[in-house]
C-alpha cells in the first residue's frame, strides 16, 4: 500500500492498514495473540486482503481476518506440540464458520426484531443522495432516538446477564452482543456529532447489517 493509503488509515476511524489493525486486536482483544506466530500470520492476511480488495480494510474485515489468523496460529501451535501425549487431534474449522460472529441465534428473535428496527432507522440515514444540510433535522433526530433505544435494549440484556442461573457460555454470549452494539450506538454518535463522515457512516452500517442478519437469521427462539 502506498504513502496516500497510509496516510488514510491514520487518519480514519474505521479504515485499516495491516499495521493499525494489528495494534487494534492487541488492544481489544489480548487473548488473540496467544498462539504461536499471531502477529506475522495476521499481517500477512491483512495484507492479501488488502491486495484482493484493492483498499484498506473495515472493521468488519480485520475481525474476519482475526479469526483466520486464530486458526492458522491454532494449528501451527498444535503442529509444534504434536509429540505430547493424549493430545486430541486438531479439527480446522472452516473459513465460513470462523468468521460468522460468536453468539449464533444466542437471542431471542424478539430482541432481534428490536434491535433489527433501530438498525433500519440508521440505515435511512445513510441516504448518498443527501447532503450534509438536506433534512439535517429529520437525519439527526432518527440517529438519537435509535441510539437511545439501542441503549435501552443494551440495558435490558445487561439485566438479563445478572439472572440468577444463567450459564457462564450464556453470559458470555450477551457480553459479546452487548459489545457489538454498544460500538454501533457510539458510531452513531459518532456520525450524529459529524466526527464520522457520511461514506464512512454509510459502509460501516452495511457491513455491520451483514453480519447482524447472519447472526439473526440463526435465532430458534
Do not use: C
Not at 483466520?68 to 501425549?85: D, E, F, L, V, W
Request: hydrophobic fraction near 30%; charged fraction near 35%.
Amino acid at each position: 500500500m502506498g504513502f496516500s493509503d497510509w496516510l488514510e488509515s491514520t487518519f480514519s476511524a474505521d479504515k485499516f492498514n495491516a499495521q493499525k489493525g494489528l495494534k487494534y486486536i492487541r488492544r481489544e482483544y489480548k487473548s488473540a495473540q496467544a498462539e504461536s506466530g499471531f502477529n506475522q500470520i495476521f499481517l500477512d492476511l491483512a495484507e492479501e486482503e488488502m491486495t484482493k480488495q484493492k483498499r484498506l480494510l473495515s472493521l468488519e474485515e480485520v475481525e474476519r481476518v482475526t479469526h483466520r489468523a486464530r486458526i492458522q496460529a491454532r494449528h501451527r501451535t498444535r503442529n509444534i506440540n504434536k509429540g505430547s501425549a493424549n493430545e486430541e487431534p486438531f479439527v480446522e474449522k472452516s473459513y465460513a464458520e470462523e468468521s460468522m460472529p460468536r453468539t449464533m441465534g444466542t437471542l431471542s428473535r424478539e430482541i432481534y426484531d428490536r434491535l433489527d428496527k433501530q438498525l433500519q432507522t440508521v440505515k435511512t440515514t445513510t441516504n448518498p443522495f443527501l447532503s450534509e444540510g438536506e433534512l439535517a433535522t429529520v437525519r439527526n433526530l432518527k440517529l438519537k432516538n435509535a441510539e437511545e433505544n439501542i441503549l435501552k435494549i443494551i440495558q435490558e440484556l445487561s439485566t438479563q446477564t445478572k439472572a440468577r442461573g444463567i450459564s457462564t457460555e450464556m453470559e458470555r454470549a450477551y457480553s459479546l452482543e452487548i459489545t457489538r452494539w454498544t460500538k454501533f450506538a457510539k458510531k452513531t454518535n459518532g456520525r450524529l456529532e459529524k466526527k464520522v463522515s457520511s461514506l464512512d457512516f454509510k459502509d460501516y452500517v452495511n457491513d455491520f447489517e451483514r453480519s447482524f442478519q447472519s447472526t439473526r437469521k440463526e435465532s430458534k427462539v
